[in-house]
């Protein structure tokens, strides 16, 4: 079974500029989070997508958005990056069941995104 | 404000021996608690669950504790091995919300 698949591992952007990132999901996982990493932040969460539709979504400027196709498939989109955005984007699938708290996040590889 | 703090000092061990990991937080009733692990340069990788009305959860040599009056989750690694090195994270979704919130994380060092 194939695990979550991020695009690109790393990349290299300057301030005002925007990215996107990809991420597939596991076959048959439906929800997708997004989070970024940063040493002095740990893990944010920034949105949840499940069936095309934002579920949940973090403390993050508008600059952050994302979305979700109907194969699973998730982008998420910086624009106007600054410095700050530099960090480590991770990307996690989740089969829905139950309660979320039970939901175990499956992880993908991240993309490391560097903003010079 | 919600918290979740794990020790952000690394600890250090000497194979063989027990590592124990604390996690603790403030102003969550959360019915899950889950572990992590993370290696270097990748995503975290899931360990156990263990739920609000569980005191105690095992598989295989790691073993965690959910003590809801104390709001803290003890991590267990027993005959540790210089392979168990990694940052673990604990993370935690209370009662109603969707997002798993992670703690910072500790790191472990095994010495051979």
């Known amino acids: 079974k194939a695990g979550v698949t991020q695009t690109p591992r790393y990349l290299i952007k300057t301030r005002g500029q925007q990215v996107t990132l990809s991420c597939s999901p596991i076959s048959g996982h439906r929800s997708v989070s997004w989070y970024q990493q940063t040493p002095g932040q740990g893990l944010q969460f920034l949105f949840e997508?499940?069936?095309?539709?934002?579920?949940n979504k973090g403390n993050f400027p508008g600059r952050f958005s994302g979305r979700q196709f109907s194969n699973s498939r998730s982008e998420m989109n910086v624009s106007t990056l600054e410095l700050g955005d530099s960090a480590l984007y991770l990307c996690?699938?989740?089969?829905?069941?139950?309660?979320?708290?039970?939901?175990?996040?499956?992880f993908g590889a991240g993309s490391r995104l560097t903003v010079l | 404000s919600q918290k979740i703090e794990q020790n952000s000092e690394a600890l250090n061990i000497q194979e063989g021996k027990t590592a124990t990991l604390t996690c603790n937080y403030t102003?969550?009733?959360?019915?899950?608690l889950q572990w992590y692990r993370q290696d270097p340069g990748r995503g975290p990788v899931f360990l156990l669950l263990?739920?609000?009305?569980?005191k105690e959860k095992r598989k295989e040599r790691l073993k965690v504790t959910f003590d809801t009056t104390l709001k803290q989750s003890l991590f267990h690694i027993t005959a540790s091995q210089p392979a168990d090195s990694a940052t673990y994270l604990c993370?935690?979704?209370?009662?109603?919300?969707?997002?798993?919130?992670f703690g910072s994380g500790t790191r472990l060092q095994v010495q051979p």
């Open positions: 997508y499940f069936s095309e539709t934002q579920r």
């Open positions: 993370a935690l979704s209370p009662i109603g919300r969707r997002a798993l919130t």
């Open positions: 102003n969550y009733s959360p019915a899950y």
């Open positions: 263990i739920r609000e009305n569980e």
């Open positions: 996690a699938s989740s089969s829905e069941g139950g309660f979320s708290g039970a939901n175990v996040l499956t």
